[in-house]
């Protein structure tokens, strides 16, 4: 027994191990507080936000849980503070009643540097969310039972300092982040690409969602880098190349041959026969599938069929704009006009363009060598689409044709 000793002038009777098992609860709570006001605190509310949308997730669980805590965080830090303080100075009162003053302050500084505050932090710094969550409800009953003392400081605190902003990302400061992240993969899994490697028995498991996690990446950075770049920068051919017709030409077996070799899906046509630059409308090649109901000898000319009106953007517009507008577009096209004169058409972009740009951007000299087998592949399904439907049609004007 510890008899005739006191703490704080109360006398204490009771065995030494029980003091162990106090000073062993103590240690490890004051370890718990100083790891949670790590880690609770280093977790952004906004990530949390999204992660508790994910609701058949462990982490969408775990994150809603630990908002619970965070709907009042001056509160919860004062709590914690509040019970780490009164953990860490009733240590060397307990060892005081077992050792001298000096060898309790010895005991007590070692075990709180080294079970208080090294380990604890260490291991909850990277299992943040995990464990914080874990002892969500831990942290409320503290609250509840400190609520004397923190409730007010906490509301003070709200009042002086204000509530906690999230951190919200610039375009170019995200697009930064997706790099680090991509560059992160590829230092991970980088040697998994070496096809002398001999094959493991995960890699069928493993290696495609790598891949498709690559592939997200670029098409990111390239969606988040279509504000600086402007339609002109996506033309590839100006409007005096390009296949265009008159809206009175008569529609012939080789005006079609002559659209099937240029592989359009769109014809640009004008009114204005001195100026074949100033185009207005625009004609579907599907539509030309009306000569299969067509008399035999009948003149059909251009303005008989169904003809769209063709939009105008400025060729200083940016890209993401003209995604914007073409994505909702059933035309898919758009003719690009200059920046000092409106009424000059420069060229026509389409949608597969744009999208060829986002791809084209998507890509980081880092990993680049990593991603070469892959380069274009988004634009390659795209176009092998469009190209399959084309050539369907194609074939069908040119059988019609040539009946």
């Known amino acids: 027994m510890a008899n005739g000793y006191s703490i704080l002038g109360v006398p204490v009777d009771v065995s030494i191990w029980t003091l162990m098992m106090i000073i062993t ?3 490890v709570l004051a370890g718990l507080m100083a790891g949670l006001i790590i880690s609770v605190f280093s977790l952004d509310k906004d990530r949390l936000k999204v992660l508790a949308q994910r609701s058949e997730t462990v982490e969408g669980r775990r994150a809603r849980r630990l908002l619970l805590v965070l709907q009042n965080p001056h509160w919860v830090l004062v709590t914690l503070v509040v019970v780490d303080s009164a953990a860490t100075e009733m240590l060397p ?7 001298s003053p000096v060898e309790a302050v010895i005991m007590s500084v070692i075990l709180l540097v080294i079970c208080g505050e090294i380990i604890p932090e260490a291991v909850f710094t990277h299992h943040a969310l995990a464990l914080s969550s874990a002892l969500a409800y831990l942290v409320l009953a503290l609250m509840v039972v400190t609520a004397p003392i923190s409730w007010p400081v906490g509301k003070v605190l709200d009042w002086c300092v204000g509530s906690r902003s999230g951190v919200a990302f ?7 982040v997706i790099r680090y992240r991509a560059a992160q993969l590829y230092d991970i899994h980088g040697d998994d690409d070496d096809e002398t ?4 028995e995960s890699s069928l498991d493993t290696r495609e969602p790598r891949l498709m996690h690559q592939l997200e990446t670029q098409i990111m950075l390239g969606v988040l880098s279509l504000s600086e770049y402007v339609g002109s920068s996506v033309l590839k051919k100006s409007i005096r190349a390009t296949f265009t017709v008159h809206r009175d030409a008569v529609v012939s077996k080789r005006m079609v041959q002559s659209m099937v070799t240029h592989k359009l899906n769109h014809i640009p046509v004008y009114s204005d026969v001195g100026n074949p630059s100033n185009v207005t409308q625009v004609l579907e090649l599907r539509l030309l599938l009306f000569f299969a109901y067509c ?19 400025s060729a200083d517009t940016p890209c993401n704009l003209l995604l914007d507008y073409l994505r909702a577009s059933p035309l898919q096209v758009v003719a690009l006009t200059s920046p000092d004169n409106a009424a000059r058409v420069v060229g026509i972009i389409s949608a597969s363009d744009v999208v060829e740009l986002v791809h084209r951007t998507s890509f980081d000299t880092a990993y680049v060598e990593s991603h070469r087998p892959q380069q274009g592949s988004v634009v390659q399904s795209f176009r092998a689409h469009n190209a399959s439907m084309t050539h369907e049609t194609n074939q069908m004007l040119l059988n019609d044709m040539s009946t």
Not at 197 to 200: G, H, M, N, T, V
């Open 197 to 200: 490697a001999p094959p493991r």
């Open 295 to 313: 008399e035999e000898g009948a003149s059909i000319r251009i303005r008989d069929l169904p003809l769209l009106p063709l939009p105008r953007y």
């Open 170 to 176: 610039k375009r170019g400061q995200l697009r930064e």
């Open 25 to 27: 609860a103590l240690v």
């Open 93 to 99: 009162l307990l060892f005081n009643v077992l050792l």
